[in-house]
């Protein structure tokens, strides 16, 4: 379940609040709010106060006094181990220019399953990485009837992961910076799944109920 609420443009005040199993997460645009949100929901119900966010779903958040930097280092590592591609060639684009992927080709099947499962972690790893969102998104059309030639084209977005690992993800210039709050408007008016809309979220308070 998720609840955003933007106060009257006089007021300019945002809150943001998303409920998953047993983890209740909010941020907003007012510290005072904020903490009065926590101190009645502390009292309302039995809960623990994990303080600042630092790790949800596979993100990593780094919330520092000159802003907010998300990325996925360790989602990406155990990505490449899993696919057996970390300590592979490196290369320097995540598809090759002007190449055009065909639906159907002469070369061998590759494992649909596994196939699938590159594809919608990649899908995932585009939350910090929207360098590799076009190259992902092309190979999204082709989850019925992969190729190995489409794996390949998958398996060279790994190779260029490997070359960036530890330079990714991205900052949003301060906590009070409207950037980071209209990112979390888009995020919930275009995530329509609770479980997708949480794994995007950038997090200034977690409680665990």
Known sequence: MSLHYTSRPKVAYSFTLSLYVDDLIYTGTNTKMLMEFKEDMMKTFEMTDLSLMSYFLGIEVSQRNDGIF???????????????????????????????????????????????????????????????????????????????????????????????????GFKFGGVDNVDFYHYLGYLLLTKSNPLELLTHLILTFTLLL
Do not use: W
Request: charged share 25%; net charge positive; with cysteine.
């Open 70 to 168: 998300i990325s996925q280092k360790k989602y990406t590592k155990d990505l490449l181990k899993k696919f057996k591609m970390y300590g592979c060639k490196l290369v320097s684009t995540p598809r090759v220019t002007n190449e055009k992927l065909q639906k159907v080709y002469v070369a061998l099947e590759a494992d649909a399953s596994r196939y699938r499962s590159l594809v919608r972690s990649l899908l995932y790893l585009t939350t910090t990485r929207l360098d590799i969102m076009f190259a992902t998104s092309l190979l999204s059309r082709f989850m019925q009837n992969p190729s190995q030639i489409h794996l390949g084209v998958g398996k060279r977005i790994l190779s260029y992961l490997f070359l960036l690992e530890d330079k990714q």
